[in-house]
């Protein structure tokens, strides 16, 4: 997509500079710069990340895609009615399409796993740790499926062949433009309301973590990336090393 084909895109939309700096994590002062033409070579992850603002498909544009008669009923049948090749997650009836993850938004979340993975194998724990693609049938409802990016499951009475029936005990989302929104506000309420235990955030844009541990008095927690973060659920016990996601962040390679 070009510059002149998203300042069209803008003029539909009807954005303002500062609502797109929020939804795509680009810094206003270098979206202002690109749209009025100082900054004539930008970089291309900052070009990726526009493109993804202006070609998300939210909740309200399905009606494009699937038949707005029916949002807010559709189904976990219906879901499973779909094209393999169609990633979607449906949350209250409505399907929300998933574009495929960057090698970035994989590593990160490999890397995360990675940890969690040591640390439950090193004690010999009983905890299962997951990531994503694995369908999550939060509520245990016919409403609602998704696919967070990395969790942990205790009670493994709640895994099936097909996936997890119920809610994880932890979930971890990596933000990218086109879910910011979703990740941010929807699944927070839909984790926290499901009886998830605790739900982190990460931001890689803003180089920042949100940690809501729903058991703790005080929610949320913000931390950077430059230091270990603890998890809740394991009383702090287990910590995740940033250090390597950090030094992808700044070489450019989330």
């Known amino acids: 997509m070009t510059i002149q084909e998203m300042k069209e895109k803008k003029r539909e939309k009807g ?6 700096a929020e939804l795509s994590g680009v810094p206003l002062g270098t979206i202002q710069k690109i749209f009025s033409g100082e900054t004539e ?22 009606e494009t895609l699937y038949r707005a008669d029916r949002n807010g009923s559709y189904t976990v049948e219906d879901y499973r009615a779909l094209p393999e090749e169609q990633r979607v997650e449906l949350i209250d ?8 993850p960057t090698f970035g938004h994989q ?4 890397e995360v796993h990675r940890q969690i993975a040591n640390f439950i194998m090193e ?11 694995v369908d999550v049938q939060l509520d245990c409802d016919e ?24 809610a994880p005990d932890f979930l971890l989302e990596v933000i990218s433009p086109s879910t910011k929104r979703k990740d941010y506000t929807k699944k927070l309420f839909k ?3 499901a009886g998830v235990r605790e739900y982190w955030i990460l931001d890689a844009a803003q180089r920042k973590l949100l940690v809501y541990f729903f058991e703790s008095e005080v929610y949320p927690v913000i931390y950077g990336l430059d230091q270990p973060v603890p998890v809740g659920i394991y009383n702090g016990e287990l910590s995740i090393d940033f250090s390597n996601i950090a030094r992808w962040i700044e070489e450019g390679l989330e």
């Open 107 to 110: 590593s990160i979340g490999g």
């Open 93 to 100: 009836g409505y399907f929300y399409d998933m574009a495929s």
């Open 41 to 62: 070579s930008p970089r291309y992850d900052t070009l990726q990340a526009l493109e993804q603002l202006f070609t998300e498909v939210s909740a309200v544009q399905e």
């Open 15 to 20: 954005y303002t500079y500062a609502q797109m």
């Open 123 to 133: 004690r010999g724990g009983s905890c299962r740790p997951f990531i994503a693609p």
């Open 191 to 193: 984790y926290m309301n």
């Open 143 to 166: 409403r609602t499926m998704v696919q967070p990016d990395v969790g942990i499951i205790c009670d493994t009475g709640k895994i099936k062949k097909w996936g997890i029936y119920g």
